[in-house]
Protein backbone atom coordinates (compact mmCIF):
# COMPACT_ATOMS: atom_id res chain seq x y z
CA UNK A 1 0.00 0.00 0.00
CA UNK A 2 1.53 3.66 -0.66
CA UNK A 3 0.99 6.09 1.78
CA UNK A 4 0.93 9.85 1.32
CA UNK A 5 1.23 12.37 3.71
CA UNK A 6 -1.31 14.73 2.87
CA UNK A 7 -3.94 17.73 3.49
CA UNK A 8 -7.46 16.78 4.25
CA UNK A 9 -10.22 19.90 3.99
CA UNK A 10 -12.27 20.33 7.12
CA UNK A 11 -14.49 23.78 7.88
CA UNK A 12 -17.34 25.47 7.00
CA UNK A 13 -17.90 26.49 3.07
CA UNK A 14 -15.37 29.41 2.26
CA UNK A 15 -12.95 28.96 5.63
CA UNK A 16 -10.75 26.13 5.18
CA UNK A 17 -8.70 24.28 7.74
CA UNK A 18 -6.94 21.39 7.08
CA UNK A 19 -5.90 18.04 8.84
CA UNK A 20 -1.93 16.88 7.83
CA UNK A 21 -2.93 12.77 7.66
CA UNK A 22 -1.03 9.52 6.78
CA UNK A 23 -3.68 7.97 3.91
CA UNK A 24 -3.71 5.38 0.72
CA UNK A 25 -2.16 6.85 -1.91
CA UNK A 26 -5.70 5.55 -3.92
CA UNK A 27 -8.32 7.03 -1.12
CA UNK A 28 -9.72 10.07 -2.00
CA UNK A 29 -8.64 13.54 -0.48
CA UNK A 30 -11.73 13.93 2.50
CA UNK A 31 -11.81 10.18 2.33
CA UNK A 32 -10.39 7.46 4.72
CA UNK A 33 -7.46 7.71 6.58
CA UNK A 34 -4.48 5.94 8.19
CA UNK A 35 -3.64 8.48 11.30
CA UNK A 36 -3.86 12.33 12.07
CA UNK A 37 0.02 13.69 12.02
CA UNK A 38 -1.21 17.40 12.55
CA UNK A 39 -3.06 20.34 11.86
CA UNK A 40 -3.05 23.45 9.45
CA UNK A 41 -4.92 26.80 9.24
CA UNK A 42 -4.15 29.13 6.34
CA UNK A 43 -6.79 31.50 7.43
CA UNK A 44 -4.65 32.90 10.41
CA UNK A 45 -1.77 35.31 10.39
CA UNK A 46 1.08 33.49 10.56
CA UNK A 47 -0.48 30.55 9.53
CA UNK A 48 -1.41 27.64 12.17
CA UNK A 49 1.05 24.66 11.61
CA UNK A 50 0.71 22.47 14.31
CA UNK A 51 2.61 18.90 13.45
CA UNK A 52 3.54 16.27 15.94
CA UNK A 53 7.12 15.72 14.58
CA UNK A 54 7.60 12.51 15.58
CA UNK A 55 4.52 10.60 14.01
CA UNK A 56 5.53 13.06 10.67
CA UNK A 57 9.31 11.28 10.81
CA UNK A 58 7.88 7.71 12.19
CA UNK A 59 5.96 7.55 8.70
CA UNK A 60 8.28 9.34 6.49
CA UNK A 61 10.82 6.55 7.69
CA UNK A 62 8.27 4.06 6.76
CA UNK A 63 8.22 5.38 2.93
CA UNK A 64 5.14 7.70 3.18
CA UNK A 65 5.55 10.46 0.39
CA UNK A 66 4.34 13.79 1.44
CA UNK A 67 2.48 15.94 -0.82
CA UNK A 68 3.77 19.57 -2.33
CA UNK A 69 2.54 21.30 0.75
CA UNK A 70 2.94 18.93 3.14
CA UNK A 71 6.51 19.12 2.32
CA UNK A 72 6.43 22.63 3.10
CA UNK A 73 4.63 22.60 6.35
CA UNK A 74 7.03 19.76 7.76
CA UNK A 75 9.94 22.22 6.43
CA UNK A 76 8.48 24.64 8.78
CA UNK A 77 7.65 22.67 11.82
CA UNK A 78 11.47 21.11 11.11
CA UNK A 79 10.25 17.32 10.77
CA UNK A 80 11.56 17.63 7.11
CA UNK A 81 14.84 18.52 8.66
CA UNK A 82 15.06 15.97 11.49
CA UNK A 83 14.14 13.15 9.07
CA UNK A 84 16.41 14.33 7.08
CA UNK A 85 19.47 14.27 9.57
CA UNK A 86 18.36 10.96 10.98
CA UNK A 87 16.96 11.95 14.66
CA UNK A 88 15.16 9.29 15.96
CA UNK A 89 11.85 9.01 16.97
CA UNK A 90 12.57 8.87 20.72
CA UNK A 91 14.63 11.80 20.64
CA UNK A 92 12.05 14.45 19.04
CA UNK A 93 9.52 12.84 21.44
CA UNK A 94 11.87 13.73 24.21
CA UNK A 95 12.80 17.13 22.90
CA UNK A 96 8.96 17.65 22.48
CA UNK A 97 8.60 17.03 25.91
CA UNK A 98 11.24 19.18 26.83
CA UNK A 99 10.03 22.15 24.77
CA UNK A 100 6.11 22.20 26.24
CA UNK A 101 7.99 21.66 30.14
CA UNK A 102 9.66 25.07 29.69
CA UNK A 103 6.31 26.65 27.47
CA UNK A 104 4.67 25.16 31.37
CA UNK A 105 7.34 26.97 33.51
CA UNK A 106 7.41 30.06 31.54
CA UNK A 107 3.31 30.60 31.80
CA UNK A 108 3.61 29.63 35.32
CA UNK A 109 6.43 31.83 36.03
CA UNK A 110 3.98 35.05 34.04
CA UNK A 111 1.03 34.01 36.04
CA UNK A 112 2.23 33.76 39.43
CA UNK A 113 3.92 36.93 38.97
CA UNK A 114 0.94 38.95 38.15
CA UNK A 115 -1.27 37.53 41.18
CA UNK A 116 1.80 38.55 43.25
CA UNK A 117 1.97 42.00 41.47
CA UNK A 118 -2.40 42.27 42.06
CA UNK A 119 -2.17 40.72 45.56
CA UNK A 120 0.64 43.39 46.96
CA UNK A 121 -1.73 46.79 45.63
Not at 7 to 25: E, I, S, W
Not at 44 to 72: C, F, H, M, Y
Amino acid sequence: MAVRLRLMRMGKKKQPTYRVVAADARAPRDGRFIEIVGTYNPRTEPSEIDIDNAKAVRWLREGAQPSDRVRKLLDVSGAWEAFQSGATVEELEARAKAEAERAAEASAGETGSTVSAGAGA
